[in-house]
């Protein structure tokens, strides 16, 4: 055995070398931080020779200080003009191209619209006082400032504070500029900072008289004209370069409110503004009172353009129409013939009117919108709101508000295609998803119900049962499926119309019930051709066809269920005494929003009553004015027209005082209005055809005209008011 005691230790590492290396960085660390000290003690030594007292030191101090903010705000510079500059990589957009001449169904001019734009005119040519008249009004110091003018801006906000409101603006021409080129009129903080930012970069990159000469070439003044040539041709039928001095003045207003100050709109206004002008030039030393009396004495005379009757909402929309249909055309100057009816037009705008001006105070609401769709899908009418002069946001298309219990046919039609039927028996009463627990109206239940005595009554909780049986996800897609174009949220509150649409949205869904389950085949265009007649675009030949999305099963128990409404249901106001006629009411919570949508044979209506600021109305509901407003139109609309049947409906059209018309609220025998001359669908059928075989070489097929021509196809109802 081993002795485990002779083993030897094995040697132990010599603590030596690890002292030397601790001592090694003890020592250099102090010689390290003393060697700084030392330094640093030395620096502040030579700098007590700089060291300030007394006055010297405020100034020392308050430079410092400007310093450091003036790099921060340098830097912040940097960061807001980032927007603005990206917006100038590819250098100064190209001007948009578009030109349209819009015509009504029958073929008379109603407007323009895109640009209506003369070749431009060299600055050099301009007449001076036309260039002195703009100077003196848009900005007195153009030739003086580098795009921001902080002196005019100084003066303008003096002069608005002694006014107590905005009497003047403070934006340069070139800010204008800036705005017209790269931005919308959108009116934000971010918008203004990005135009001072392309302000700056314009004066960086042009001299003066092309920021002028492109400001003039390109600003909107009114009646579809872009730039001061094909302004002058319009308003006044002669060149630019002719203009007299009454005339610069009249064009040189229009710039601060062109569709205000428009000649062939509004003379005396221009005129007023006219004159303003001329004070203007006076005032800013471009011309003395003598050489302007004459002016003053003289106004200037616009061409007579009182014969267009411009729609202005519905050409807007409609040339959104355009632009996405010639998309890919190479052709850039289209006359478009429209589906609008200018007659139901006129009775839209008075029968929104004349219930805003007799009722809108009262009931605190303070807009409306309507929207017309014909029976082959032609937009014939379109409100986008009180006055276009004032706002020309167009509430019939862009406005996005909740549609209220409107929204529960697209509920009830998903209902009838999964198999109810009208009569089917259901239980109103105490419905809970999740932690929302809807409630009907009064806070009742009805108990067990029919289901259409359900939708005539607008029971929510009814509404919120059959889209919980069905399927929120159905619901929505077959709205989407019946026109309603706005993204729809699939929650569980759809049913109680929570998700926003428009008024065109729903009265194209709504469309779908007199087309018998097709879709509604919406379309504000019939025919684009160029200037030389040649058609490029036409809806019968070239837009889809219309496919069914209701079955005819559906749709006769969705039109048996909408015709009682008006009869016996929310819509009282809404009856008509010459037909039939079916519709939805709605309401939203706390009473922002009043509908009601409904349709004839003829016709599909959607009406819309709120505020633009949300607030709420003065308990105003879906059957008030709205369906006041609604019957108000049908009645005259359907004065002198051939009568079609609501699909499905046994007794579409009601026996001579069978049915009592209901007296509208306020109503204190105000005359009816009456729908303008017009002529009958057939007959304008057969005009259409009379003008395309007259004015195209294509010849028509003789038994395509023959069949139109036919007296069974124009019957012999008499036509109002000829």
């Known amino acids: 055995m081993p002795n485990v005691w002779s083993r030897k230790p094995a040697p132990r590492r010599s603590p030596s070398r690890l002292i030397e290396v601790d001592a090694w960085l003890d020592s250099s660390l102090w010689r390290f931080f003393h060697g700084l000290s030392t330094r640093l003690e030395a620096v502040s030594v030579y700098s007590r020779r700089f060291r300030v ?120 021409l070139t800010q204008q500029l800036a705005k017209n080129v790269f931005l ?101 030393g471009f011309m003395t009172e003598g050489q302007v009396v004459a002016a003053r004495r003289h106004p200037a005379v616009a061409v007579d353009r009182s014969v267009i009757q411009s729609p202005d909402y519905f050409l807007d929309y409609a040339f959104e129409e355009v632009q996405r249909v010639a998309a890919a055309l190479p052709q850039r100057t289209f006359v478009a013939r429209t589906t609008i009816d200018m007659g139901l037009q006129k009775l839209a705008d008075e029968s929104v009117d004349f219930h805003l001006r007799q009722f809108g105070k009262s009931y605190g609401v303070e807009e409306g919108a309507m929207a017309v769709i014909a029976d082959d899908g032609g937009v014939v009418a379109l409100v986008g709101g009180r006055d276009y002069g004032l706002s020309q946001f167009n509430r019939a298309t862009r406005a996005l508000r909740q549609p209220g219990s409107s929204f529960k046919a697209y509920v009830y039609a998903a209902a009838m295609e999964a198999g109810h039927k009208p009569t089917d028996f259901i239980v109103d009463g105490p419905v809970r998803v999740g932690n929302w627990s809807p409630q009907n109206y009064g806070n009742s239940f009805a108990g067990r119900i029919q289901i259409q005595d359900a939708m005539a009554r607008s029971l929510n909780t009814v509404a919120v049962k059959l889209s919980q049986e069905t399927g929120v996800g159905k619901v929505a897609a077959l709205a989407k499926a019946m026109g309603v174009e706005t993204p729809l949220r699939g929650d569980k509150t759809i049913a109680l119309g929570t998700n926003e649409v428009t008024v065109l949205d729903q009265a194209t869904g709504y469309a779908t019930f007199p087309a018998g389950g097709l879709t509604s085949h919406r379309h504000a265009i019939q025919q684009i051709t160029d200037a030389d007649g040649s058609v490029l675009w036409d809806a019968e030949r070239d837009m889809p066809p219309r496919v069914r999305v209701l079955s005819e099963e559906a749709t006769k128990s969705m039109n048996t269920m909408f015709v009682r409404i008006p009869e016996v249901g929310t819509a009282r106001r809404a009856r008509l005494s010459m037909t039939r006629a ?127 021509a036919t007296p069974a196809a124009i019957p012999a109802t008499p036509i109002a008011n000829r």
């Open 184 to 284: 919308s009129n959108e009116r934000s903080l971010e918008r203004k900072i990005n135009e001072a930012f392309l302000a700056l970069w314009l004066e960086a990159n042009l001299t003066k008289r092309e920021i002028l000469g492109m400001y003039l070439d390109r600003a909107y003044m009114g009646g579809g004209t872009n730039g001061a040539a094909a302004a002058a041709e319009f308003y006044f039928g002669k060149n630019i370069r002719d203009v007299n001095l009454a005339e610069s003045a009249m064009l040189a207003g229009l710039f601060k409110a062109p569709t205000q100050y428009a000649p062939h709109k509004n003379l005396p206004a221009a005129r007023a503004r006219a004159n303003v002008v001329l004070s203007a030039m006076v005032d800013s």
């Open 53 to 172: 007292r007394g006055f010297n030191r405020a100034l020392v101090e308050i430079t410092c200080e400007a310093m450091t903010l003036g790099v921060a705000g340098f830097v912040l510079l940097l960061l807001l003009a980032q927007p603005a500059m990206k917006k100038t990589i590819d250098g100064l957009p190209q001007q948009a191209d578009f030109s349209v001449l819009f015509l009504d169904r029958h073929g008379n001019e109603i407007g323009r619209r895109g640009i209506l734009k003369a070749n431009a005119v060299p600055i050099d040519e301009l007449p001076d006082q036309f260039v002195k008249a703009v100077l003196a009004t848009e900005d007195r110091r153009f030739f003086e400032h580098w795009g921001i003018d902080f002196l005019g801006l100084a003066r303008a906000l003096s002069e608005n504070a002694r006014a107590g409101g905005v009497v003047q603006g403070g934006s340069t």
């Open 582 to 708: 079916g519709g939805k009411t709605g309401t939203t919570q706390g009473y922002r929003d009043a509908w009601f949508v409904g349709f004839t044979g003829n016709f599909t209506a959607a009406v819309w009553y709120g505020n633009d600021t949300f607030k709420p109305t003065n308990k105003l509901t879906g059957g008030g004015l709205p369906a006041m407003t609604w019957q108000r139109f049908m009645e005259a609309a359907h004065q002198g027209i051939e009568l079609r049947p609501i699909p499905f409906i046994d007794d579409p059209i009601p026996a001579p005082g069978s049915i009592e018309v209901a007296k509208t609220e306020g109503d204190d025998g105000a005359p009816r209005i009456a729908r303008p001359s017009t002529v009958t669908g057939s007959t304008q059928k057969v005009l259409a055809d009379l003008e395309r075989l007259l004015t195209t070489t294509e010849p028509l097929a003789p038994e395509k005209f023959a069949a139109s």
